[in-house]
């Protein structure tokens, strides 16, 4: 059983920043996919950022130049810096591992006002 645990969000003003990390523990398992998700008020969840099998990474459209997901392989940590921060940014953010059937952390709140 794998844990994630989200730390980093808050309420932040446009405009602003905030970096979220994700550690993740438990039973040995593999890798292939590390990453966040979010889900906004009324909207379905979406992918925001993420590594792939290949080591690339993927964003979404609305966050490219703004978000930066970086990670620490040793100690099994994503990290999503985001940047220049919009009210439409405001959402519950998930870390993943390994993609919509894999595992979620708790989440962690983002607000951001205008």
């Known amino acids: 059983q794998v844990q994630l645990v989200e730390s980093g969000g808050g309420l932040v003003q446009a405009g602003g920043s905030l970096t979220l990390s994700c550690g993740a523990s438990?039973?040995?398992?593999?890798?292939?996919?590390m990453g966040w998700y979010r889900q906004g008020p009324g909207k379905q969840r979406e992918l925001v950022a993420t590594?792939?099998?290949?080591?690339?990474?993927y964003y979404t459209d609305s966050v490219k130049g703004r978000f930066t997901i970086s990670r620490d392989i040793a100690k099994s940590t994503v990290y999503l810096r985001m940047h220049s921060l919009t009210p439409e940014d405001t959402a519950v953010y998930y870390c993943?591992?390994?993609?919509?059937?894999?595992?979620w952390g708790q989440g962690t709140q983002v607000t951001v006002s205008s």
């Open positions: 993943n591992v390994n993609g919509r059937n894999g595992a």
């Open positions: 438990g039973r040995p398992f593999r890798i292939i996919s």
């Open positions: 590594f792939t099998s290949d080591g690339s990474t």
